[in-house]
């Protein structure tokens, strides 16, 4: 699997578990809901910035987004 796809992949499970929607994610993040969706449909690849501010709005290590198999619960 690509690493596109298991970012994109991980960062839709982590922000449904959440219970987030894309918006309140990407306000949390400071960024722009429209690139949260490219993100999860794997349009863009995030820089590491990017990682990081989503990992800090989720509350999780950066490290989740690049977990292979399925994150389970946090």
Same mark, same amino acid.
């Given at each position: 699997?690509?690493?596109?796809? /298991? /970012?994109?992949r991980?960062?839709?499970?982590?922000? $449904?578990? *959440?219970?987030?929607? $894309? +918006?309140?994610?990407?306000?949390?993040?400071?960024?722009?809901?429209?690139?949260?969706?490219k993100l999860? @449909?794997? +349009?863009? *690849? =995030?820089?590491?910035?990017?990682? +990081? !501010?989503? !990992?800090? !709005?989720?509350?999780?290590?950066?490290?989740?987004?690049?977990?292979?198999?399925? =994150?389970?619960? @946090?």
């Amino acid at each position: 699997m690509r690493l596109r796809t /298991v /970012v994109a992949r991980n960062l839709r499970l982590l922000r $449904q578990a *959440s219970g987030l929607t $894309q +918006e309140q994610l990407a306000d949390l993040a400071g960024l722009d809901r429209n690139y949260i969706g490219k993100l999860e @449909r794997e +349009e863009n *690849s =995030p820089t590491v910035d990017t990682l +990081e !501010a989503v !990992a800090l !709005a989720l509350q999780v290590d950066v490290e989740w987004f690049l977990r292979r198999e399925l =994150p389970a619960h @946090r």
